[in-house]
């Protein structure tokens, strides 16, 4: 049995002051996968990821990581393997010091001080964040702070990257930065972004979601070159995916461009 | 910059002082806030017109910042800032309290200028101490010793997480501001009325952050208690360092020692 599977089955979920965020949610992700949530302002991308590692309680229907059910009972293993890294990491680095907030996590699972600061060094390194080990979160810029709420997840070890737009607010050299490290994870991660290209390039497959449903799950190519439901989804293509602005010219298949770009331009 | 935005550069640079090494910095946390509870105790337990006994105490807070090579006038300035709630407190005393005590030439001193002029100087002396704990501590050292000495889990955390924040609501004050200035023309735009609302959103704001902090905790295994890989030595020196100057206060606060000085001096000269 592996940990990194998760299977979302008729997820329902309603916020206290009646909005209908979730309804009907189904779906299936492998091992080593990387998915992408797409879809408008609203659509429930948030509330879903909040589902994943039991931080919402459905209102009907199950999630199982790994084959384990969350439940009460199980929250504390699941959020051991499912690790989050929400939108704003003013939120999630709360610390006093980078290197505290990193072994946070790994303090709270009982580990000896010593394998604690192994770890926040392994995970910070894994970042390129190791000189901002003694600095104040609150003196980091936007993509040393994104890098650092990624190694405070890395520390504990999950099998499941879970990130709730990760490029948003960062300048075009640091989501370069931070696409490349995303491309080096082994975990299965589920992204939810608006950030179009980053999904088609991260991501074998997009979940579009609207209305609290799930409009669509296909490969990405599939979604990329479905006009009808890039509309409805309040979506468009990838602009990687689109003709140069300049000279009209085709996007090249060499390597550079998205992986559905070929397919979107035979379509 | 409005009195909100300013106040997290000053806390920054009162953290920046913290990571300065020397011997002050050294001292162990623990040492300095027992230190520091001490004198506090000491100069507010003294009586309503009790002022010169409480002149020698000034030695402790000047000492350590001069030691401590932190700049006085910034230490100052901020003093400056904070003593507004003393002055104010105080100021109604000369005028309910009009028996006069002393002659000083002309001028007949009365109780309540004595009174007021002890409250503030409690005042300095107290809020001085803590500022000069801060400089060469750091908030978070204090937190770590507060819970190195047993004190609730619940007050740490507030006091770590009130620290961290305290820059975050900071910009999104200054930001609020901001946009109010860029659409208001003359006074419309600029009454208490709003600012009251725009009080009311930052609470709200507030509200949200702490739920999506709280969120990201739970992710991490919080249980209640934040955990801090930092080992403390509690040395000889230490000891020595926090014995010594609360033999100092106690003995400050027993004998009136400039009044003692006083009466040798003319005791001497008669």
Sequence with gaps: ?267 | MSSVASGPTALDRLDRLARLDTPVHRVDPRAKVITTAVFIVCVVSYGKYDLLGLVPFAVFPVALATEGDLPLGFLGRLLLVVSPFALVMGAFNPLFDREVVAQLGAWGVTGGWISYASIVLRFLLTAGAALVLTATTSFTGICLALQKLKVPDVLVTQLLLLFRYIFVLGDEAHRMGQARRLRSFGRRGMGWRIYGQMLGQLLLRTFARAQRIYLAMMCRGFDGQIRMNRRLRFRTSDLVFMLTWSAAFVLFRLVNIPLTLGHLVTGLSS
Excluded: W
Aim: with cysteine; proline share 7%.
């Design chain 1, 1 to 267: 049995m592996s940990h990194h599977t998760i299977s979302v089955r008729d997820l329902g979920f309603a916020y206290p002051d009646g909005t209908q965020a979730l309804d009907g949610v189904s779906f299936e992700v492998g091992h080593g996968e990387a998915i992408a949530v797409i879809g408008a302002n609203g659509a429930g991308k948030s509330t879903l990821l909040l589902h994943l590692n039991g931080l919402l309680t459905p209102e009907h229907g199950s999630i199982d990581i790994g084959g384990i059910p969350v439940t009460k009972g199980t929250l504390a293993d699941i959020r051991r393997t499912v690790g989050m890294v929400f939108q704003d990491p003013d939120d999630q680095l709360f610390m006093p010091t980078v290197a505290e907030d990193v072994g946070f996590g790994p303090l709270n699972l009982g580990l000896s001080p010593e394998d604690v600061a192994a770890r926040v060094a392994a995970a910070l390194a894994r970042v390129g964040a190791e000189h901002l080990a003694e600095r104040p979160p609150y003196r980091l810029s936007g993509g040393e702070k994104r890098s650092v709420a990624i190694a405070t997840v890395l520390a504990m070890e999950p099998s499941i990257l879970v990130m709730d737009e990760p490029s948003a607010g960062l300048d075009p050299r640091a989501r370069r930065r931070l696409m490349g490290l995303l491309q080096g994870f082994e975990h299965t991660r589920i992204i939810a972004t608006h950030d179009l290209d980053l999904a088609a390039q991260l991501c074998e497959r997009i979940i579009v979601m609207g209305g609290g449903r799930v409009l669509a799950d296909r490969p990405t190519a599939a979604v990329f070159s479905d006009d009808a439901l890039l509309e409805a989804g309040h979506l468009e293509r990838p602009l990687g995916m689109l003709s140069c602005p300049v000279c009209g010219a085709a996007p090249e298949g060499d390597g550079s461009a998205p992986p559905g770009a070929a397919a979107a331009r035979h379509t």
